[in-house]
Nanobody, 124 residues
Framework: QLQASGGGLVQAGGSLRLSCAASGFTFDDYALAWFRQAPGKEREGVSCVSTADGIPYYTDSVQGRFTTSGDNVENTVYLQMNSLKPEDTAVYYC???????????????????WGQGTLVTVSS
């Protein structure tokens, strides 16, 4: 299972670090992604990284502000979010798919395992 945490209320310009702890999996080849869903909007991809190429990908709106990193010992992936903006307000989800395919070409519906979501609220 995946357990996402770290959300909260922060002022614009502030920072948060989200965590996605994975358990019960055997980590061989995988793609792990962060998605978010704002009220009234579709879920969108924020960031992803995969063992296929090891390259972290970011959606344009968070490029340079968000960073994905991982702790292989703790089986935890982090999303460091800096310079937060009100438009970053959303429920953030982590998801994992066990695959050799780079995450950059995976569709959202191809992720089989999802965390429960953690709410990030950025006030102006």
């Amino acid at each position: 299972q995946l357990q996402a945490s770290g959300g909260g209320l922060v002022q614009a310009g502030g920072s948060l670090r989200l965590s996605c702890a994975a358990s019960g999996f055997t980590f061989d080849d995988y793609a792990l992604a962060w998605f978010r869903q704002a009220p009234g909007k579709e879920r969108e991809g924020v960031s992803c990284v995969s063992t296929a190429d090891g390259i972290p990908y970011y959606t344009d709106s968070v490029q340079g502000r968000f960073t994905t990193s991982g702790d292989n010992v703790e089986n935890t992936v982090y999303l460091q979010m800096n310079s937060l903006k009100p438009e970053d307000t959303a429920v953030y989800y982590c998801a994992i798919e066990f695959t050799l395919i780079p995450c950059s070409v995976l569709r959202i519906d191809e992720y089989d395992y999802w965390g429960q979501g953690t709410l990030v609220t950025v006030s102006s």
